[in-house]
């Protein structure tokens, strides 16, 4: 079973970046797809991007262009580079692996995996 942990959030400025970085344990990372998911306060969770093969991505409207999804399969990692931050993008951010299935997602019920989350605060 992989073991997810999230790492890299904090408390930035808007028009700042943050990395967040997701470590994966357990298993073959290389055949799962990766994604990650916010939850803003008061908000359901939602999706934000979603990796495949490295050439394969899919993301959020409102964070194209700003946001990027990446993966080293030799560090087991999966990356969410952040700029140009905005308020709105405040929340607590999951990893989530869709297991056994490199084939793209926005939906969390196809991922059976899950960090904490890490906390990411964009504010003035």
């Known amino acids: 079973q992989v073991q997810l942990v999230e790492s890299g959030g904090g408390l930035v400025q808007p028009g700042d970046s943050l990395r967040l970085s997701c470590a994966a344990s357990?298993?073959?990372?290389?055949?799962?797809?990766m994604a990650w998911f916010r939850q803003g306060p008061g908000k359901e969770r939602e999706f934000v991007a979603a990796?495949?093969?490295?050439?394969?991505?899919t993301y959020i409207d409102s964070v194209k262009g700003r946001f990027t999804i990446s993966r080293d399969n030799a560090k087991n990692t999966v990356y969410l580079q952040m700029n140009s931050l905005k308020p709105e993008d405040t929340g607590i951010y999951f990893c989530?692996?869709?297991?056994?299935?490199?084939?793209?997602?926005?939906?969390?019920?196809?991922?059976?995996?899950w960090g904490q989350g890490t906390q990411v605060t964009v504010s003035s």
């Open positions: 989530a692996a869709r297991t056994r299935s490199l084939f793209l997602s926005r939906s969390a019920s196809d991922f059976d995996a």
């Open positions: 990796i495949g093969l490295n050439i394969f991505t």
């Open positions: 357990g298993r073959t990372f290389s055949s799962d797809a």
